[in-house]
């Protein structure tokens, strides 16, 4: 999502096609397949082996999808670019494999080393307006919440603001507290995004906090943008938009 002065906001937007009604209890205790005890072990290349060796059996096999997704992601690289091209090539099957797969993306989102199988997980999840996804998004914003141990350009700033783009798209607006947060962030792109969050959970009760968020904003050669994008938010709140 860009806003107008051209700046990149966001991989999740506020339009588009996200799956409604689905269904699906959150697992208690699963045992973990053998593809997934190899890819927690950290064997790659043996539950790679075992996922393709299973999907040619049975190609619906959601454990095994997961597991060639996060080892092929693990294999790629470190970069948030990297995890949101992925995503974009995966976007159609996730889609079309349903709901189902929300317990395997929301455990990896919360527990995978590599933060940029968290946030590929996580764009997955925004695709489920469900309370199962909503609960594995909620959980970012824990306290307890931590990233992976693998280092990566992947923040846990920028994680928190696209699983609060993505909460606020799905019409979630318990996460306003956090959410202004993270427009005091020293990023420019984080506080943009926080800005659009804001009016989408806090509506009328966001507008002291963007009109704060323009006044510190306004200029300064990297920030003046989110100011215009706050001046903007706030005209259109006000009219009641």
């Known amino acids: 999502m860009f806003c107008e002065s051209g700046k990149l906001i966001s991989l999740i937007i506020t339009v588009g096609v996200i799956i409604v009604g689905c269904s699906v209890s959150v697992p208690q205790g699963d045992r973990l397949s053998e593809v997934e ?3 927690d072990q950290q064997q790659y290349q043996n539950a790679m082996s075992v996922a393709r060796y299973n999907l040619n059996k049975k190609s619906s096999d959601l454990a ?18 990297y995890a949101q091209q992925f995503y974009l090539q995966a976007k159609e099957r996730i ?14 989102l919360l527990k995978d080393p590599y933060n940029t199988v968290r946030l590929f997980c996580l764009y997955a999840l925004a695709e489920f307006e469900d309370s199962l996804s909503t ?14 141990s693998k280092s990566s350009d992947v923040t846990l700033e920028f994680l928190r603001s696209e699983a609060a783009m993505a909460l606020a798209n799905h019409g979630y607006t318990d ?20 800005v659009t969050v804001l009016a989408l959970v806090g509506g009328e009760k966001a507008i002291p906090v963007l009109e ?23 005209a259109r709140l006000k009219r009641g938009e």
């Open 175 to 194: 996460i306003y507290d956090q959410v202004v947060e993270l427009a005091n962030s020293q990023d420019p792109e984080i506080q943009a995004k926080a």
């Open 212 to 234: 704060e968020i323009s006044r510190q904003a306004h200029g300064k050669a990297d920030t003046d943008w989110v100011g215009e994008l706050a001046d903007s938010t706030v």
């Open 135 to 148: 609960h594995y998004l909620v959980q970012v914003f824990d306290p307890g919440f931590t990233l992976g």
């Open 64 to 81: 095994s999808i997961t597991t060639v997704w996060k080892v092929q992601l693990v294999q790629g690289g470190k970069s948030i670019d």
């Open 95 to 108: 889609i079309e494999k349903g709901a189902e797969l929300i317990p395997f993306m929301g455990k990896a």
């Open 37 to 39: 005890q190899l890819y």
